[in-house]
């Protein structure tokens, strides 16, 4: 057992949100807070409200406590501050250029300085994360009018950067036109383009060469609106690519929303913008737009978007039957002329009698779909001009979850051999480190357990860190990442409710809210919790609670026929709908299988043998169980 002085979740994370005691990197991300106080008491004698509020509000964006950074950052006084800024600046720039040392001092140091810009920095950031784009713009607009205020001729080359103050500066230079454009002010975002790249700041070449792309885009589109110049579609070509790479892809579709009718083909102008919000995980409008397209009898071999439409219902299983209808579709039309897009039809066909083979209702056609699934990807591969990545990846997923263990482990080293070990530099990272405690934790090895979870939260913090998190080009991956680092709460106080510590798994409880509060995964680990004290009552709550949040989330509904079970309070059909419908989500489930045989063992209406055949399948099923869900 884990001695309480010894819990990492109630000294270390409650200090900053993560361990001390993970290595090198997590001691320098815990001390950076610290070393910023010294660093400003050294320089100036003391720390004064705004610098220790902008200490404090990092310390709470560091933590992913969005709404408690800006409550924070709100509270420094920004005229007030920014006024001394300008000053110093100015000063300190003069003092640079005199060389003289009998000038008077300036009122704030460079690190001061830097401190809080990165303040109003992280403060836009947080506006932008919850949604409000233009108050992010405004707040990022008072960064880059304090130093051209102080500095009108530019910063100059010997100017001092101590302290991320270029880095602030390079990243509020890109950030402001992105906000602009997500705040639906496409002049205001030009004009800050133009900004850019007219005021010296001091950028790389890469980003001015980006920057100056971007702007000369928008000036071609812009001036053939005023009927300046003819229609190119290679100006509509080349922005694409540009904000593509960029991340900005919606930025990319207001641009295109904005063109007048007529100029570019609908077809093309659709599938573009379906495009745009599918990578932007605005899977719904995607549809709907391939939907009008596909609807219209005038629009013939949309090979492209009828299997675009297919991958995005594969990922929906209220969608599922639409996408078979898209992909059928496109096999059809397809009449064998493209290999390589009938392999990705077989696919996506592959996938979505996956998906449909999760909610059919019978064992008979549960299998027949799983059956149908495996020989469209097993026709994909045969049929791909190229190994394809993807289809050994679902085709080695697909036999895992169906148990044929030998077959899949055969496509997982294939697919090794593909990627050329291309992806293990990640392997010490996300999942696998997760894996790794999930597996430590089967051998009772809980310490080195806690431990492996806190390399895991250390290595999430470094990812978000810094300022680029946020970075459209990475939302995926922050999304991700905030996902993986609640799961990675529930974890931890599953690993201290086994153990007792009730405090412990309190706090990463709370921890886990302030990422998301209406989690079924965080519900269903409280009612584990209470379950675990005793309180049956205050866990049913919980466990009902993750089922109004998900009623599909198999844990709680096991959990909640357990409880009920236990407590005896509800008739016995009402507890066994629990665990059928457990088992319809996921028949695979050993402990549903074995909750089901406890209920039939305790019902005198039901036979023994009935009661045998679940515990013979729960045994079965957890000799294969994997240690983590194949999906």
């Known amino acids: 057992m884990v001695a309480s002085s010894e819990s990492l979740a109630t000294r270390d994370y409650s200090a900053s949100g993560y361990s001390s005691r993970a290595g090198e990197i997590d001691t320098k991300i815990d001390n950076s807070n610290i070393e910023e106080a010294e660093s400003s008491l050294r320089e100036s004698g003391y720390l004064n409200y705004e610098e220790a509020r902008a200490l404090l509000g990092r310390l709470e964006y560091q933590k ?15 005229p007030a501050v920014t006024s001394k800024m300008k000053v110093s600046i100015s000063r300190k720039c003069e003092q640079n250029r005199r060389r003289s040392q009998s000038d008077a001092a300036p009122t704030m140091s460079v690190h001061a300085i830097s401190l809080l810009l990165e303040a109003i920095f992280l403060k836009t950031k947080s506006l932008q994360c919850l949604g409000r784009f233009r108050e992010a713009a405004q707040s990022c607009k008072v960064i880059l009018d304090t130093v051209e205020s102080a500095l009108p001729e530019g910063l100059p080359e010997n100017f001092p950067t101590d302290h991320k103050l270029q880095e602030i500066l390079n990243k509020a230079v890109e950030l402001l036109p992105e906000l602009w454009m997500l705040a639906g002010a496409p002049q205001e975002a030009i004009l800050s383009y133009r900004r850019a790249l007219l005021y010296h700041w001091n950028l790389e070449t890469e980003t001015t060469t980006k920057i100056e792309k971007i702007l000369l885009l928008f000036f071609c589109i812009a001036k053939f609106a005023y009927r300046r110049i003819g229609w190119d579609p290679m100006i509509i070509d080349h922005l694409s690519f540009a904000l593509s790479v960029s991340g900005e892809l919606k930025a990319l ?25 599918h990578g932007e995980g605005e899977d719904t409008v995607a549809l709907n737009l391939l939907r009008n397209l596909l609807n219209n009898r005038e629009n013939p071999d949309c090979i492209l978007e009828l299997l675009l439409a297919s991958k995005i219902c594969a990922e929906n299983m209220i969608c599922v039957e639409e996408g078979m209808t898209y992909t059928s579709k496109a096999l059809s039309e397809l009449h064998g002329i493209c290999g ?19 909610s059919v209702p019978s064992d008979t056609e549960r299998t027949s779909k799983k059956s149908e699934a495996l020989e469209a990807l097993e026709t994909a591969e045969k049929i791909m001009r190229e190994r394809d ?6 085709l080695s997923l697909e036999n895992a979850e169906q148990r044929k263990l030998d077959i899949a482990f055969h496509y997982a080293k294939q697919l090794l051999k593909l990627e050329a070990g291309s992806s293990t530099g990640k392997w010490d990272q996300g999942e696998l480190l997760r894996t790794k405690a999930k597996l430590q934790i ?5 310490k080195d357990a806690i431990q492996t979870y806190t390399h895991l939260l250390a290595v999430v913090q470094v990812r978000t860190k810094t300022f680029g998190g946020g970075k459209k080009l990475l939302k995926s991956r922050g999304n991700h990442d905030r996902r993986l680092e609640m799961e990675t709460w ?20 709370t921890k886990s809210k302030a990422i998301s509060p209406y989690s079924a995964s965080r519900w269903h680990t409280t009612g584990l919790l209470y379950e675990a004290k005793g309180l049956h009552q205050d866990a049913l709550k919980s466990f009902r609670a993750a089922l109004d949040v998900d009623p599909t989330h198999v844990p709680s509904l096991i959990s909640t026929a357990s409880v009920l079970r236990l407590l005896g309070s509800q008739s016995k059909p009402i507890i066994r709908s629990f665990l059928t419908d457990a088992l319809q989500l996921d028949n695979m489930n050993h402990s549903a299988w074995y909750n089901l045989g406890l209920l039939c063992k305790d019902d005198a209406s039901a036979s023994a043998l009935e009661a045998a055949e679940c515990f013979q399948a729960a045994a079965v099923l957890e000799e294969s169980a994997p240690v983590e869900p194949f999906r």
């Open 490 to 509: 529930h974890d931890l106080a599953n690993v201290y409710t086994g153990l007792s510590q009730w405090w412990d798994a309190e706090i990463c409880l």
């Open 64 to 78: 992913g406590n969005i709404e408690a950074a800006l409550h924070v950052f709100e509270g420094i006084d920004i």
């Open 340 to 358: 390589q897009m009938v392999s990705v039809a077989n696919c996506l066909l592959g996938l979505l009698l996956s998906t449909q083979s999760r």
């Open 442 to 446: 089967a051998q009772g090895q809980l």
């Open 389 to 394: 990545c993807h289809i050994i990846f679902h």
């Open 253 to 277: 579709s207001h641009q295109i929303e904005e063109l007048l009718p007529g100029t570019m083909e609908r077809r093309e102008r659709y599938c573009t913008l379906a495009l745009c919000y």
